[in-house]
């Protein structure tokens, strides 16, 4: 796998200053624009949700009222969780002062409680990114990704396995904490030392009523609420939390897992400058390139890049901000990992693949693709 | 109530949020619908009323008053009350407390209300409410609040107003001259300058339609601070009155000594802050405490030459909590207190040091403390 060396200390330190003056040029441009276009985010998330669910109920007149129904709901819990829920939580809006748009206050229409993933994912995730051993959102646990870890008969399903995650994306989103704290399974290999600021049975409490909340209003309350057609609405919104599992997994494996996305070791980040951290967290995202529309619904994952280096500005501005980045990349021969959704989702895939099999099998010198 | 009646009625409500919480994500159904609702009623909040700004008015060279319209929904106030006021300025919510100058009455008869602001020098949010809402406009206002009311029965009083302290006193004037009321108030009105009180003629005009009332317009260029002697000689009578005072801190302390050391039974001195309350810390100076942030995972130590609130000991930390009016009043921040005692500077009492609900902007760390944070 391709590891980019450190540049030097004058390129670093320069390259450090031209992306904080990127950083304070957008950061002065907050306003009023981003305020007005989160709330429409969230009004069209509002009337998507309503409308979906009501669309669904008219499946009994004819099926594709049902699938219609199925597809807004689908994109609601997509906006919910990806251009609202996560980059809300991300404190991108805290600013607004608003309790309902507060970072504090969020709560997403995921399985996954949002404390939790606060937790793991805006300290764990955002500061050892793609650290082996450290980050643990890279292969979450089950997936081998590079040949940084050994090989084991397990990888050799892994493609099958990602498929599943996938499905499940929400719930794996739910458990990841507690899988580290090993909960519920593998007492006997629970850590002496937890780094939880809370207890573990504050973890499993809120474990379970997150979940147990999810289950209810998809499963329970919905149906209910429209019983003659309790099995389409069943059906209807586990069919939505499908697309919305499938869509999230694939575009977040795209922001850390392409082919050319980096590794590192605990060493690289002991003492780190900001430049230094701004260049490993350039080298381990890559970007997608598309519409607006793309964008927006990706949560603007698709500029994973310009959102690793500038996790709290609100993501509207990370296209804009990506023109600039891409610029002092190239100057500074820093590789800028981009393209097209079709291209990079095809090598997550090798790459899933490609880790399947011992590195043995693939050890000679391939030609790259 | 019967208790197990109470609890079956908790049981009933507890179940509602979960559902609730389950259905929609937010706390209660009004905050879900609030986006929707913005739709049709555009600015429209869940927890607050809307108001129309109909007229910026300039008093002073540093003060205006805002004449509001609150929608028809609002519930109205009593004299002395005050309201929070929110404006969005550059997409943020700002928050800030202001007393309601104009009376009851003159609300009952025009549906409007007035606030007379100073603009605070350097300030964020007075200097910019006068421009951003010249031309009219929509805020969010609170229900009314506040227990700095219009003394029941008939005893003489006393109402000491300092500098823009003098607005809950425009209404309680007001709304008595309204009521045609016989009571004897004296008002001792303490300025900076002799061109700097407030409603000057509208006072002298309020005593021919309220007889009882009496003025003392205190300049404090010639006449000085407030003190013992001014009392005796404005309102020789004072320790049998009733004593209302609103100010700057410094001189509602100076106040209440002069009226507890001259006699006044403490029940009879009302007062009211206007502004945030002094930070003085009795005893716990000594020593700094950690205050630790249980979900941001940081614990800090506090300095204790410099007391600061946990409001700006969590934000000096790069936290964010959510915040409004940063005096005390407006209870957005409020905060999950795990463990520890935090000294509240507006209540002057300590808490208890088991769990509780704090106000990040007016508490000060008195012992360790970790909040849910």
């Known amino acids: 796998m391709t590891k980019t060396a450190i540049p030097s200390a004058e390129t670093l330190n320069a390259f450090e200053r031209e992306l904080n003056d990127v950083r304070d040029d957008f950061m002065s441009r907050i306003g009023q624009a981003d305020a007005d276009y989160i709330r429409k985010v969230i009004r069209t998330q509002r009337l998507l949700e309503l409308s979906g669910r009501l669309v669904m109920v008219l499946g009994f007149v004819h099926p594709l009222w049902w699938v219609a129904g199925v597809i807004m709901l689908g994109l609601a819990k997509i906006l919910d969780n990806m251009e609202i829920g996560h980059n809300v939580m991300h404190g991108q809006y805290d600013w607004m002062n608003d309790p309902n748009i507060s970072s504090r206050r969020f709560e997403w229409e995921n399985a996954g409680d949002g404390n939790s993933w606060k937790r793991y994912h805006n300290h764990e995730h955002h500061t050892y990114t793609n650290i082996i051993g450290k980050d643990r959102d890279y292969g979450y646990g089950m997936l081998r990704l590079s040949d940084d870890l050994p090989w084991r008969p397990k990888n050799l399903w892994q493609f099958i396995s990602y498929i599943n995650l996938s499905l499940l994306f929400q719930w794996g989103v739910a458990y990841h904490e507690a899988a580290a704290e090993r909960i519920f399974v593998g007492k006997n290999k629970r850590r002496k030392d937890s780094s939880l600021p809370i207890s573990r049975r504050q973890l499993r409490n809120d474990f379970l009523n997150k979940a147990g909340k999810t289950i209810f209003r998809d499963y329970i309350f919905w149906p209910l609420v429209c019983f003659p057609v309790f099995w389409w609405v069943f059906f209807g919104n586990l069919a939505a939390n499908i697309i919305r599992n499938l869509w999230t997994s694939t575009i977040i494996f795209c922001g850390h897992f392409t082919e050319e996305a980096q590794t590192f070791r605990e060493e690289d980040c002991v003492n780190e400058t900001r430049g230094q951290w701004y260049f490993r967290q350039i080298l381990g995202s890559s970007n997608l390139e598309g519409p607006r529309w793309f964008h927006i619904l990706t949560g603007h994952l698709s500029c994973q890049v310009e959102h690793h280096l500038f996790p709290d500005i609100p993501a509207r501005h990370y296209p804009e901000m990506a023109k600039r980045v891409e610029e002092i990349c190239h100057r500074h021969q820093i590789p800028y990992n981009t393209g097209s959704f079709a291209h990079q989702y095809f090598t997550v895939v090798k790459r899933v693949l490609k880790y399947s099999l011992p590195d043995s099998f693939h050890s000679r010198p391939r030609a790259a693709a | 109530m019967t208790q197990s009646?109470?609890?079956?009625?908790?049981?009933?409500?507890?179940?509602?949020?979960?559902?609730?919480?389950?259905?929609?994500?937010?706390?209660?159904?009004?905050?879900?619908?609030?986006?929707?609702?913005?739709?049709i009623w555009p600015g429209w909040q869940a927890s607050s009323w809307r108001a129309r700004v109909l007229e910026v008015r300039p008093e002073q060279a540093d003060v205006y008053t805002l004449v509001l319209r609150p929608s028809a929904s609002w519930k109205g106030f009593v004299a002395g009350q005050y309201i929070e006021l929110s404006a969005e300025k550059n997409g943020a919510r700002a928050i800030r407390c202001f007393s309601i100058s104009s009376s009851p009455a003159h609300y009952r008869r025009t549906g409007l209300i007035e606030l007379t602001i100073r603009e605070q020098q350097g300030g964020l949010i007075t200097p910019w409410l006068k421009q951003a809402f010249a031309g009219g406009g929509g805020v969010n206002i609170s229900a009314a609040k506040g227990e700095f009311l219009w003394p029941?029965?008939?005893?003489?009083?006393?109402?000491?107003?300092?500098?823009?302290?003098?607005?809950?006193?425009?209404?309680?004037?007001?709304?008595?001259?309204?009521?045609?009321?016989?009571?004897?108030?004296?008002?001792?009105?303490?300025?900076?300058?002799?061109?700097?009180?407030?409603?000057?003629?509208?006072?002298?005009?309020?005593?021919?339609?309220?007889?009882?009332?009496?003025?003392?317009?205190?300049?404090?260029?010639?006449?000085?601070?407030?003190?013992?002697?001014?009392?005796?000689?404005?309102?020789?009578?004072?320790?049998?009155?009733?004593?209302?005072?609103?100010?700057?801190?410094?001189?509602?302390?100076?106040?209440?000594?002069?009226?507890?050391?001259?006699?006044?039974?403490s029940d009879h001195i009302h007062f009211e802050y206007f502004g945030a309350a002094p930070l003085d810390m009795p005893e716990a100076a000594d020593g700094s405490y950690v205050v630790s942030f249980e979900r941001e995972g940081k614990a800090v130590a506090t300095d204790s030459d410099a007391p600061q609130t946990l409001l700006d000991v969590a934000e000096a930390n790069g936290l964010k909590p959510v915040s409004g009016c940063r005096m005390g009043v407006c209870h957005q921040c409020i905060c999950q207190k795990k463990s520890g005692v935090v000294f509240n500077t507006q209540t002057g009492r300590y808490s208890d040091t088991g769990p509780g609900e704090i106000q990040l902007c007016v508490s000060v760390a008195s012992s360790d403390v970790i909040l849910d944070l």
């Open chain 2, 5 to 39: 009646q109470t609890l079956e009625l908790n049981t009933w409500s507890r179940g509602l949020r979960w559902v609730t919480s389950a259905v929609t994500l937010h706390q209660n159904l009004a905050d879900y619908v609030e986006p929707l609702a913005q739709m």
């Open chain 2, 152 to 265: 029941q029965g008939d005893k003489p009083l006393l109402m000491i107003a300092g500098g823009s302290g003098i607005t809950p006193f425009r209404s309680m004037l007001q709304e008595a001259a309204a009521r045609s009321s016989t009571r004897a108030v004296h008002l001792m009105y303490y300025a900076r300058d002799a061109h700097s009180w407030l409603f000057h003629e509208e006072f002298q005009k309020l005593m021919l339609s309220f007889p009882g009332l009496t003025l003392s317009f205190m300049d404090s260029d010639v006449q000085g601070f407030i003190s013992a002697q001014h009392l005796h000689d404005f309102c020789p009578d004072f320790v049998t009155r009733e004593v209302m005072i609103c100010g700057p801190s410094a001189m509602i302390g100076m106040a209440r000594d002069i009226c507890a050391d001259a006699g006044s039974a």
